[in-house]
């Protein structure tokens, strides 16, 4: 018995000095968690294996660490949260070529759905959730049309992607956004929060392209997205010119949960990886949105060995909307995914306005400008559903040094189709042309497309007032009757002959013309803004990418 009872009160003092130590080793974890984790910096990273008999499996990395050293395997990437530091956010994502292209691309949307899911439930809690309950009919019409139109083509593409380049990459499309949803739902689960979208959310998501137009066809929403294209060529003594873009965004202020992204696939023009070669072009940077898997404002930087591209778009200005969509969801692939497959495939402007002219419709109507600056080719696109048309801009360009749209179509035949009002836009116009007569270098180029007056901006130079600059800094929210619609965004590149030189974004309201900075609690406190900084002042930021 006694020692059966020793036995007994030595393993309790065994058990006290264990659980003590239990207790420390906890006290010390919570004690590193709260001041220890000093390389904790706001990047996470993850990345997904993959093969025939296990199929995915997502290692998250966490944050603080060296991304050059995180592996790539079937695909890598890392999410950096800045909304709240500069407006932005931004993902970055790389796959490797050694695996299909379906893993590639399935891969590189469990990545994005799994790093970004809380965003992608915040933009569709602040976008598309207060539409629909506003409008549940005209929602369902739509969602009904994109599922059929889905349903369609997604099985077209199985069946022609083998022997058709266009098909295979429409096929990755959609591959892609299955992985997107499965990522965000495995995200959702691991989180242990109670939130769902269903696999239409995902697609309003992902057609971003052509949801502007969509919501127009269906009378769900007001105006569309739509943006101010200005190129602008800077002579240099003994050197070629630098070409400057500057790309401003208008929209619902509901919009400015941003991310800037960076897609590096390893795709193939066919599904045979083992005789196909890879598509010309591999690396896609956009101005994006949670969810969507192309820009909306539709600005793009395309790489592809010794090529660069740079494609703009904008809306068409149009009073004639109801007269020329053409919603026939079995005759054509959606705006969204043939803009993607157009950046992967293309080798030129020419290439480019090929792929996006093939299998046209929906009720998109945008105009484009794209630009190769190791040539300084310029070509004009127009497209309406079921008409796309091209005309090459290189020579206009070189003679006046500058080319600006703002969805004022150049043809006749599309500007008897939208019938736009000649008189407003015309007046747009004319400003605009007299601003840029006085832009004669790049810090008074980005001056102007920041907004900026005489008094406000560093350049001395800077000839124009403030009324000039009215299409360019439009801001809903100073109207008598306030609006919360208005430029949200500044994007401005500058090319020169070896391509890409600087790339620099600013997110919001424009601030300058000492205008006082958009904020939502004096505004529009009661406007769903979840994930939104309450107060949009913020300098331009420069991304410096990891991988090559």
Not at 105 to 120: D, K, N, P, R, V
Not at 289 to 312: A, C, H, I
Not at 397 to 406: D, N, R
Not at 523 to 528: E, K, M, R, V, Y
Request: with cysteine; proline share 4%.
């Amino acid at each position: 018995m006694l020692k059966v009872v020793g036995a007994s009160w030595l393993q309790t003092r065994i058990s006290t000095y264990i659980l003590l130590a239990v207790a420390l080793l906890g006290i010390g974890a919570i004690i590193l968690g709260e001041f220890g984790h000093v390389e904790q910096d706001g990047t996470y990273s993850a990345t997904v294996l993959w093969n025939r008999k296990g199929g995915y499996r997502i290692d998250f990395w966490g944050q603080g660490n060296d991304l050059t050293a995180v592996p790539l395997h079937a695909a890598r990437a890392y999410y950096k949260t800045g909304i709240f530091e500069h407006g932005w956010s931004y993902i970055e994502i790389e796959t490797s070529s050694k695996y299909p292209d379906t893993v590639q691309a399935y891969a590189a949307g469990l990545l994005e759905g799994s790093l970004t899911w809380q965003l992608i439930h915040h933009h569709w809690y602040n976008t598309i959730r207060p539409e629909c309950e506003a409008k549940p009919v005209e929602c369902q019409k739509l969602t009904r049309y994109l599922r059929d139109n889905t349903a369609i083509i997604r099985e077209r593409a199985e069946l022609m992607e083998s022997t058709d380049p266009f098909w295979h990459m429409v096929r990755l499309f959609y591959t892609q956004l299955d992985g997107m949803e499965a990522g965000w739902k495995f995200a959702v689960r691991r989180s242990r929060v109670s939130v769902s979208l269903e696999s239409e959310d995902f697609l309003w998501l992902a057609l971003g392209s052509d949801l502007s137009g969509l919501l127009q066809a269906f009378n769900i929403s007001g105006p569309p997205m739509s943006s101010s294209i200005f190129f602008k060529s800077f002579p240099r003594d003994h050197l070629e010119p630098l070409v400057a873009v500057g790309h401003n965004t208008a929209a619902s202020y509901t919009q400015m949960l941003r991310l800037l992204k960076k897609y590096t696939f390893g795709y193939h023009v066919l599904p045979a990886i083992k005789t196909a070669a890879l598509v010309p072009s591999r690396t896609i940077v956009m101005s994006s949105y949670p969810g969507s898997l192309s820009s909306r404002d539709e600005f793009y930087m395309v790489q592809g060995g010794n090529r660069e591209l740079v494609v703009t778009g904008t809306s068409m200005v149009s009073t004639n909307w109801s007269h020329w969509n053409f919603l026939h969801s079995k005759d054509h692939v959606m705006l969204t995914v043939r803009v993607m497959t157009a950046n992967r495939l293309a080798t030129s402007g020419q290439s480019w306005f090929n792929t996006l002219s093939h299998q046209n419709g929906g009720a998109s109507a945008l105009q484009w400008i794209i630009f190769e600056p190791r040539s300084t080719t310029m070509l004009l696109v127009e497209q309406l559903p079921t008409v796309t048309v091209a005309m090459n801009y290189t020579e206009e360009f070189k003679k006046t040094g500058f080319i600006f749209c703002v969805g004022v179509s150049k043809f006749q035949n599309i500007n008897d189709t939208v019938q736009h009002a000649k008189k407003d836009v015309n007046d747009s116009m004319i400003r605009l042309a007299r601003i840029q007569g006085n832009i004669t270098t790049l810090e008074q180029f980005q001056n102007m497309m920041r907004g900026c007056s005489q008094e406000d901006c560093t350049a001395r130079e800077t000839n124009f007032n403030t009324d000039q600059l009215q299409a360019l800094t439009y801001r809903g929210d100073l109207e008598d009757v306030p609006l919360p619609y208005g430029v949200i965004d500044t994007k401005i590149l500058v090319t020169n002959i070896d391509g890409f030189e600087n790339f620099e974004a600013t997110s919001g309201p424009i601030t300058s013309q000492s205008r006082t900075p958009f904020k939502w609690s004096a505004t529009f406190p009661n406007i769903s803004h979840i994930g939104h900084p309450d107060t949009f002042e913020f300098e331009s930021v420069t991304p410096r990418w990891v991988w090559i």
